[in-house]
T-cell receptor, first 114, second 112 residues
């Protein structure tokens, strides 16, 4: 009954490979996000989808391609992985139209590129 | 550029002591200021939040103090406990913007 779940939790892969991270939320939220946390723990938004529509696309290399098949799912595909892509990727969700705008995070996917 | 600046980077406090984390922002349009708590191996979770129409908000041992004129806000953890050892992030957003701008984080260690 995890609210925001993402898989896999750990991923070790070689440079140049293509990998995907999947995310699902069962909170009934209409907005989903991908955040990247680097080795210094800095959190930065990458993408945001509202009702399956891309609304935020920060300056992320186009090797990163999000896809939202429905409001409850947001996947992240990464092509031609580079060493600098090693980080923790957090999926998150929220409800629009509320004063609180609380964002709920998943537990993260640890990506290591070797 | 970082829109929210957070300090200190880390702090160590004795059990029962007070932990204080400070944040400053530039964008006066920000109108929502949450604090997130992150334990090792977990995602950040909302701890407490404030809007600029109040100067202080308290929830249990956690208090946010907000100074609109100085564009600063801070988190006070009273009677710090070892279970409070975590990384704390301040953040800010504006209106119905979907994006939270996070501070760099403060790692708090509470020694028993």
């Amino acid at each position: 009954d995890t609210a925001v779940s993402q898989t896999p939790k750990y991923l070790v892969t070689q440079m140049g490979n293509d990998k995907s991270i999947k995310c699902e939320q069962n909170l009934g939220h209409d907005t989903m996000y991908w955040y990247k946390q680097d080795s210094k723990k800095f959190l930065k938004i990458m993408f945001s989808y509202n009702n399956k529509e891309l609304i935020i696309n920060e300056t992320v290399p186009n090797r990163f391609s999000p896809k939202s098949p429905d409001k409850a799912h947001l996947n992240l595909h990464i092509n031609s992985l580079e060493l600098g892509d090693s980080a923790v990727y957090f999926c998150a969700s929220s409800v629009t139209g509320t004063k609180k705008n609380t964002i709920y995070f998943g537990e993260g996917s640890w990506l290591t590129v070797v | 550029q970082q829109q929210v600046k957070q300090s200190p980077q880390s702090l160590i406090v004795q059990k029962g002591g007070i932990s204080i984390i400070n944040c400053a922002y530039e964008n006066t349009a920000f109108d929502y200021f949450p604090w997130y708590q992150q334990f090792p191996g977990k995602g950040p979770a909302l701890l407490i939040a404030i809007r600029p129409d109040v100067s202080e908000k308290k929830e249990g041992r956690f208090t946010i103090s907000f100074n609109k004129s100085a564009k600063q806000f801070s988190l006070h953890i009273m009677d710090s406990q070892p279970g409070d050892s975590a990384t704390y992030f301040c953040a800010a957003s504006l209106g119905n913007d979907y994006k939270l701008s996070f501070g760099a984080g403060t790692t708090v260690t509470v020694r028993a």
